[in-house]
């Protein structure tokens, strides 16, 4: 039985992705912040542990309970929607230390056991936004497009260990919590300036009849990357996601 460890899992892509491992046998470690275990279906196979991946105690203690891991998902992340010059410094660094550190610092923590054992897959769930840019989003999309570059170069310094690494860039989900979540960074972070073209993209997302992401795309794409090891290094996920790619 192999053990996948999954960052955010208390809602969305996360929480799809390891209820989507649960049904399929895999030892599933599923991290949240806030620890709830009501969540997910009843299983000998689940464990449930608290992880905050911009903390560096956090990340220890998970790791070490979590045992050896087959393979790694840093799904953890934090939306901003706003105008650059309404967004405060803070709030770029808030973004930066859950997206983008977070990735990093989860994966470090995990390679050790990785590559001594010459096995294991890091899969980095990042979005469709590096694809084609979108206004409003240009922190949300910087902290993003970083963990693509560094998961191209990681992945040239992994090989001769025998550890993958992969992307899976999901599309637009509004069946997600993610944008209620972003809701209080937003405050402020639209200027009256900018507030005509804001008002025009929020429209226009609510009228689009293009596809969407599903969670369950997210997971099968998760999937595919840690058990195909054929599979492309950048994974689209959802039919807007794939049609961008």
């Not at 990735?103 to 890091?122: F, N, S």
């Not at 599309?171 to 073209?197: D, H, K, L, V, W």
């Not at 090891?229 to 959802?238: C, K, L, Q, V, W």
């Amino acid at each position: 039985m192999k053990t996948i460890l999954i960052t955010g899992c208390s809602s969305g892509f996360g929480l799809e992705t390891a209820r989507y491992f649960l049904e399929r046998d895999w030892r599933v470690i599923a991290t949240m912040r806030t620890p709830r275990t009501d969540l997910l279906p009843p299983s000998a196979n689940l464990r449930v542990l608290p992880l905050d991946v911009a903390d560096a105690a956090s990340i220890r203690n998970v790791i070490e309970a979590a045992g050896p891991v087959d393979v790694l998902v840093n799904n953890a992340g934090i939306g901003m929607l706003g105008a650059l010059e309404g967004t405060s410094l803070d709030k770029v660094r808030e973004v930066f230390e859950t997206n983008t550190f977070g990735v990093m610092a989860m994966t470090q923590a995990v390679l050790p056991q990785m590559r001594e054992r010459k096995a294991g897959v890091v899969i980095n769930v990042t979005s469709s936004v590096t694809l084609k840019s979108l206004p409003l989003l240009s922190v949300y999309t910087a902290s993003k497009a970083a963990v693509n570059a560094f998961t191209e170069s990681l992945a040239l310094e992994l090989a001769q260990f025998n550890v993958r690494v992969n992307l899976v860039l999901p599309g637009r989900a509004p069946t997600t919590s993610f944008g209620a979540n972003a809701q209080p960074r937003m405050q402020g972070a639209i200027p009256e300036a900018y507030a005509a073209m804001a008002q025009h993209v929020f429209a226009g997302w609510q009228q689009s009849t293009e596809e969407v992401t599903q969670a369950v795309d997210v997971a099968q794409a998760v999937w595919q990357a840690a058990t195909d090891p054929a599979a492309p290094m950048r994974i689209a996920a959802g039919a807007d996601a794939v049609a961008l790619m």
